[in-house]
C-alpha cells in the first residue's frame, strides 16, 4: 500500500519499487542482511547519501527481503548471499503492483487541485502509520515503512508523528528511512535509527547503470559526459541527458565554483538560459544547487555556524524556486538570489 495518490516518479527510467538490480552498495547490502539474520534488526534505518545513488532501490530491497523471508533463522535467509527476491515471487510482483498490505510508502502526493506534487509529504500521510503499525501485519510478519525522502517531512507535525512510531516501535516494525541530507533531520529522528551512509557510485558505474537504463552504450561520449557531472549518481545523470539540462549544469556548476565570489555577468548569462517559465529548465537549476548543497552538508556537525548558514540558505532557495514556479515568475531574479544567499552562507 501507499500512501494516497502517490506518484509513479516520472523523473526516473524505472522506479525503485520495481528495480531489482543495485549497482555497488554490496557492502551496506550485506550489512542490512547480517543485521536481518542475527535476529537483532533495528527497527529503523537512516539510508543516506547524494539523490540518485539508489538508497531508495536499496530500501525497497530489503523491505521486498523481510516480507518474503518474515523468519530470520529460515534456512533460506541464512544461505542467502545478498537481499535479491526474484521477480516472479508474490511479494515482489505485489510490491511492484503497489498491492502489498503490509508495506506503507511515504513520499510527496499529488494535489489534486494543481495537478503537482506537494512540496512536502503532509501530516496526514504520516499519521497512517499509527494505524498501520498498530494493526496485525496481514501475512503474519513485518510491516515495513519506507519514507522516500525523510528530507521531505518539513512539516514538524508530520515529523513528530512518526517520531511516535520511532520512539515506541510495536514488534516486527520496520522503517526505512531514504535521506539526501541526513544532517539537516530532527537530532531526534537520527538518534532512534542506525545510520547506513552509501557513497557515491563511481563515474564509469554511473554510465553503467545509465546505459542500462536507457539499452544504450556505455561508452557514447554523452553518457560519459553526464556521468562525469552527474557526481556519482545515476539519476542525476540520466537528468542531465533530458534535454539542455547538461549545458545548464555546467554553467550552475562553474558559478558554484566561483563561490563566495560572484560574477554579475554570468549570472545575467544563466538567468537567460533558463528563459522563460520552462519547469524542466526551473528543475535543472534547482536540482544541480540542491546537490551542491546536500555534498557540503551530508557530514557536517549541526553547530557548525557555516552548517547552519548552508542549511538557512538551502530554505530560502527552495521556497524561492517553489514561489517561481506557482506564479511563473521570471527566472533571472531568482538566479541573482539564490547566488546572493550561497555567497553569503559560504563567505567567512
Not at 534456512?75 to 511492484?96: E, F, G, M, Y
Not at 528530507?151 to 515506541?168: S, Y
Request: charged residues 25%.
Amino acid at each position: 500500500m501507499t500512501a494516497a495518490g502517490a506518484r509513479d516518479d516520472e523523473d526516473e527510467i524505472s522506479h525503485p519499487r520495481e528495480t531489482r538490480e543495485l549497482i555497488s552498495h554490496a557492502e551496506a547490502e550485506q550489512t542490512m542482511l547480517e543485521a536481518y539474520r542475527s535476529g537483532r534488526m533495528p527497527h529503523a534505518w537512516l539510508i543516506g547519501g547524494p539523490a540518485g545513488i539508489g538508497k531508495a532501490t536499496l530500501a525497497y530491497r530489503m523491505a521486498r527481503f523481510a516480507l518474503a523471508h518474515p523468519d530470520p533463522s529460515a534456512p533460506a535467509v541464512k544461505s542467502a548471499t545478498s537481499l535479491a527476491v526474484t521477480d516472479d515471487h508474490p511479494v515482489a510482483q505485489r510490491i511492484a503492483a503497489r498491492a502489498h498490505p503490509d508495506l506503507l510508502v511515504l513520499e510527496r502526493t499529488v494535489n489534486e487541485k494543481t495537478g503537482k506534487l506537494f512540496t512536502v509529504i503532509r501530516v496526514d500521510d504520516v499519521r497512517q502509520t499509527v494505524s498501520f503499525f498498530g494493526s496485525t501485519a496481514g501475512e503474519g510478519g513485518w510491516r515495513v515503512c519506507i519514507v522516500d525522502t525523510a528530507d521531505e517531512l518539513q512539516d514538524p507535525q508530520g515529523a513528530n508523528a512518526l517520531l511516535k512510531i520511532l520512539e515506541e516501535p510495536p514488534k516486527n516494525a520496520l522503517l526505512l528511512l531514504v535521506s539526501h541530507a541526513p544532517a539537516r533531520l530532527l537530532p531526534t529522528i537520527r538518534s532512534r535509527c542506525r545510520r547506513l551512509i552509501l557513497r557515491p557510485l563511481a563515474a564509469a558505474e554511473v554510465a553503467d547503470g545509465v546505459a542500462r537504463a536507457l539499452g544504450r552504450d556505455a561508452g557514447e561520449g554523452e553518457i560519459v559526459e553526464a556521468a562525469a557531472q552527474a557526481e556519482g549518481s545515476i539519476g542525476r545523470a540520466l537528468k542531465l541527458l533530458e534535454g539542455p539540462a547538461l549545458e545548464l549544469r555546467r554553467q550552475v556548476v562553474a558559478q558554484l565554483d566561483r563561490l563566495p565570489a560572484v560574477d554579475p555577468r554570468a549570472l545575467h548569462a544563466l538567468g537567460d538560459a533558463l528563459g522563460g517559465t520552462e519547469p524542466q529548465r526551473l528543475e535543472a537549476f534547482v536540482d544541480t544547487v540542491n546537490e551542491w548543497l546536500a555534498a557540503r552538508t551530508a557530514n557536517g556537525s549541526p553547530e557548525n555556524r557555516r552548517l547552519v548558514r548552508l542549511a538557512e540558505a538551502w530554505d530560502k532557495v527552495n521556497q524561492a524556486a517553489r514561489d517561481a514556479d506557482t506564479y511563473n515568475l521570471d527566472r533571472k531574479p531568482l538566479v541573482f538570489a539564490v547566488f546572493g544567499w550561497l555567497a553569503e552562507a559560504t563567505a567567512g
